[in-house]
């Protein structure tokens, strides 16, 4: 199981990122994705999930109308549109599924909002 991030990278406040997570070396089309991200200093959290049908997604209250969590089951992939970004999103932002009772991480990418 392979979970690669890319997309992040520095915005300013009210700009736009999209998240992207390629996945391999499992039945994609089969498991929840889910984004973390973990601020300097703080405890990793749960950003937005998504079904393996794609027709449940979930998020953080903090995110929620901001956010957009979406995946193409044809190229392995899972997104996370991130709209309004402030300050306070400044995180590393990783890509995670969960097979049977373990758990698989990417390496995370760096989303840093500044003006």
């Known amino acids: 199981v392979q979970l690669v991030e890319s997309g992040g990278g520095l915005v300013q406040p009210g700009g736009s990122l999209r998240l992207s997570c390629l996945a391999s070396?499992?039945?994609?089309?089969?498991?929840?994705m889910s984004w973390y991200r973990q601020a300097p200093g703080k405890e990793r959290e749960l950003v937005a999930s998504?079904?393996?049908?794609?027709?449940?997604?979930t998020y953080a209250n903090s995110v929620k109308g901001r956010f957009t969590i979406s995946r193409d089951d044809a190229k392995n992939m899972v997104y996370l549109q991130m709209n309004s970004l402030k300050p306070e999103d400044t995180a590393v932002y990783y890509c995670?599924?969960?097979?049977?009772?373990?758990?698989?991480w990417g390496q995370g990418t760096l989303v840093t909002v500044s003006s």
């Open positions: 995670k599924t969960r097979i049977l009772s373990t758990e698989y």
């Open positions: 070396g499992f039945s994609f089309s089969r498991y929840y």
């Open positions: 998504i079904s393996s049908t794609g027709g449940t997604t």
